[in-house]
């Protein structure tokens, strides 16, 4: 172990967002930055275009739908580190809307990745982090979206951040999957977007857990979600207005809140400004 040399990750992030918030972390973070992506080609490669543009990160395969390569990036931490001080979640996917994958299969892999897998890198990484860490969650417009299009029942449930526990969320996300499967998810409240249901699986997480740290003996661990907005990347099949830069800019905004901050925490931002996640008729 390295003394506890200060260290952040960044998920998915051998392109697009992901590259643009490991781009700024090496330019603002005092301590070692990880590139992580599934493609350990690929990501080898994003750590030598940075290396050109002289920002020295390093890289660590991670594939948050594959538990193992979790619990390997927990292991090197836990062993080179000592604990985790920032962890931007950003990796996740999203189906073209020419796919011609049926919905039940969209909501199946898209909740699997972008809720369940960021759910799993947290449950793995959150005992190493330090206090003062910052989480910070990607998430997305789609999440308000989809979120004013459940049922009013369902987004009462969904917005009550102080009674709804992570196992009610769990099963809630599962309700989705499922109810996706055999065509009855309208029927119990949910919007017509995999997408969108993943993503406000991913806000509510956030600020369930920020809700959770609060009684950790850490001290000053901050959590929040942001939508990084419409960005030239391939998920938007570069229809996106926002560079990668500028959609990176809240992401790092958050990642380097100062110590001690109150707020944003447990929150959802977009544009660095405190989004409303509230009940709204659909």
């Not at 992901?18 to 992580?36: E, M, N, P, S, W």
């Not at 030598?48 to 931490?77: M, R, S, V, W, Y």
């Not at 249901?197 to 920020?210: P, Y």
């Not at 419409?230 to 207005?241: A, E, L, N, P």
Request: proline fraction near 4%; hydrophobic fraction near 35%.
């Amino acid at each position: 172990m390295s003394g506890g040399k200060r260290v952040a990750v960044v998920t998915g992030s051998n392109k697009g967002i992901g590259y643009a918030i490991v781009r700024g972390l090496c330019k603002q973070f005092q301590g070692d930055v990880y590139l992580t992506a599934r493609n350990e080609e690929l990501g080898l490669k994003a750590v030598e275009d940075l290396k050109k543009e002289g920002c020295l990160a390093k890289f660590h395969q991670l594939d948050i739908t594959k538990p193992d390569t979790i619990n390997k990036l927990k292991k090197f931490l836990q062993d080179n580190y000592g604990g985790l001080d920032i962890l931007v979640n950003n990796a996740g996917m999203a189906y073209k809307q020419a796919s011609t994958a049926p919905f039940s299969e969209q909501a199946e892999v898209t909740v699997q990745t972008n809720f369940n897998g960021t759910l799993d890198v947290c449950e793995a990484l959150f005992p190493l982090l330090r206090p003062n860490a910052r989480v910070v969650n990607v998430s997305s417009m789609a999440s308000q979206f989809a979120l004013k299009k459940c049922k009013v029942d369902l987004q009462k449930t969904l917005v009550d951040i102080s009674r709804i526990t992570m196992d009610d969320l769990k099963t809630l996300m599962k309700q989705f999957v499922d109810s996706a499967k055999n065509g009855t998810h309208g029927d119990v409240g949910w919007p017509e977007s995999g997408y969108g249901a993943s993503k406000i699986g991913v806000t509510v997480m956030s600020m369930i857990q920020q809700r959770e740290l609060l009684k950790d003996t850490r001290q000053d661990i901050v959590v929040n979600a942001c939508c990084p907005g419409y960005v030239d990347t391939d998920m938007t099949s570069h229809k996106g207005h926002k560079t990668i830069d500028q959609g990176a800019d809240t992401p790092l905004y958050l990642a380097m809140l100062p110590p001690n901050t109150t707020s944003p925490k447990g929150n959802y931002l977009s544009d660095r400004k405190i989004g409303k996640w509230e009940v709204t008729q659909a």
